[in-house]
């Protein structure tokens, strides 16, 4: 099993930036990649982008260029560096420790507003 913490959600304002983190626990040697998804109100939840255990990784076209994802091994932790942050970034974050193709952990979820 794996245990996901996500942090560093907040209010921010257009253009500004914020650092979420994804603390795992737990059988963490199973995970072969880490994604971060977001669900805004109202709609479906969304792919953001993905770093495998390789390094390799993906983004949404939505966030490309604007999000950064990395992790550090040591500290069990995925980071999304976001800047240029928008409006429509406004979502809860989500990430999502994948261990096998049909199973995977969620995290509770940090709130990102991007408001004046």
């Known amino acids: 099993q794996v245990q996901l913490v996500e942090s560093g959600g907040g209010l921010v304002q257009p253009g500004g930036s914020l650092r979420l983190s994804c603390a795992a626990s737990?059988?963490?040697?199973?995970?072969?990649?880490t994604d971060w998804y977001r669900q805004a109100q109202g709609k479906q939840r969304e792919l953001v982008a993905t770093?495998?255990?390789?390094?390799?990784?993906n983004y949404a076209d939505s966030v490309e260029g604007r999000f950064t994802i990395s992790r550090d091994n040591a500290k069990n932790t995925v980071y999304l560096q976001m800047n240029d942050l928008k409006p429509e970034d406004t979502a809860v974050y989500y990430c999502?420790?994948?261990?096998?193709?049909?199973?995977?952990?969620w995290g509770q979820g940090t709130q990102v507003t991007v408001s004046s």
């Open positions: 999502n420790a994948r261990v096998t193709f049909a199973v995977s952990y």
């Open positions: 737990g059988s963490t040697f199973s995970i072969y990649a």
């Open positions: 770093i495998t255990s390789g390094g390799k990784t």
